[in-house]
């Protein structure tokens, strides 16, 4: 299977972490990039190649990708980060795969 | 500053069709793979097309094959979808995206801020 899936909604209090998963058949045998989306806008990479962090992009967002699922981890969350984050991936068959997104709400 | 602009949306009949355009600037334009990208209201982001740095290689997403037909121009610095036989389902805000930051990576790094097409009668 190509398919991608994230869940569509997570929610964390100010300060916390937060964890948004990316799930594939053998994901962890493709580079997983990240997209933050805030309403409006075009989307952002805050994780390019698994972990690495695009300049500008805050410490707190970092990424790990092994196995079946990718990680996208938020360290002291705050009130900015609420967005839509997307997964992406490369498949050489079929191109670009985008997981479904997920809704990151801080309160 | 790398920089993609969109232009050539807008309201297209059913059946119909419409070119898009992408004009890049800021960087080495033909270094790079490309993309077309769209969000309908309210849903997720569908990639829709990818061309090569040199236009040799070209994929499309199964939801457009054969109706949408990508290419660009690299002597101009532009990136271009010639969208025929459009449906209603193809209403949403196209993106042009390029791959980066390095020329062998496939995420993408710049996106431009989206043009709108509506398809309707």
């Known amino acids: 299977s190509s398919e991608v899936t994230q869940p569509p909604s997570l929610s964390v209090s100010p300060g916390q972490t937060a964890s948004i998963t990316c799930s594939g058949d053998k994901l962890g045998n493709k580079y997983i990039f990240w997209y933050q989306q805030k309403p409006g806008q075009s989307p952002v990479s805050v994780i390019y190649e698994d972990n690495k962090r695009p300049s500008g992009i805050p410490e707190r967002f970092s990424g790990s990708n092994s196995g079946n699922t990718a990680t996208l981890t938020i360290s002291g969350t705050q009130a900015m980060d609420e967005a839509d984050y997307y997964c992406q991936a490369w498949d050489s068959i079929t191109g670009v795969l985008f997981g479904g997104g997920t809704h990151l709400t801080v309160l | 500053e790398m920089q993609l602009v969109e232009s050539g949306g807008g309201l297209g009949q059913p059946g119909g069709s419409l070119r898009l355009s992408c004009a890049a600037s800021g960087f080495t334009f033909s270094n790079y793979n490309m993309n077309w990208v769209r969000q309908a209201p309210g849903k997720g982001l569908e990639w829709v097309s990818y061309?090569?740095?040199?236009?040799?290689?070209?994929y499309y997403a199964e939801s457009v094959k054969g109706r949408f037909t990508i290419s660009r121009d690299n002597a101009r610095n532009s990136l271009y979808l010639q969208m025929n036989s459009l449906r209603a389902e193809d209403t949403a805000l196209y993106f042009c995206?390029?791959?980066?930051?390095?020329?062998?990576?496939?995420?993408?790094?710049?996106w431009g801020q989206g043009t709108m097409v509506t398809v309707s009668s």
């Open positions: 995206a390029k791959f980066g930051p390095t020329m062998g990576s496939n995420g993408f790094d710049v």
């Open positions: 061309i090569s740095f040199s236009g040799n290689t070209i």
